[in-house]
């Protein structure tokens, strides 16, 4: 068995300002799914839930260490809520190839977000 952690912050200011500039829809749709823009978008603090989402993506790649690349997408790591509340990864096909995970791998994800920053730790557990 083989445990890898991520862990990543993101300050909420930044993510604000990668979203409302000219070229901003471009960057969602490479970083963000659309379940996820839907979801963040409905929001009244909308950027704290996308960094919060982004902090996730990159500790996912952090756990792997695989180095997080400028214009990378990264819309194929979505992160889903349960009913509950508890949020989870979700790699569609390409991104399991892609980032070499196999499909039985367990990922465990936890975030939090106030006005300023937001963190994610993620826990992967291969069999």
Known sequence: ???LQGIDL???ARMEK???RPSGQAFLDRIFSAAEQAYCGS???KFE???ARFAAKEAVLKALKIRPKKNRRLSGIEVGREA???PFII???GSLKQLRIPAEAQIELSIA???EYAIATVVIVIP
Do not use: D, F, P, Q
């Open 1 to 3: 068995m083989k445990i």
């Open 10 to 12: 993101v300050k909420v």
């Open 18 to 20: 990668s979203i409302t």
């Open 43 to 45: 929001k009244r603090m």
């Open 49 to 51: 839930h996308y960094a």
């Open 84 to 86: 509950t509340g508890k």
């Open 91 to 93: 790699l569609n096909k």
């Open 113 to 115: 977000h106030e006005r």
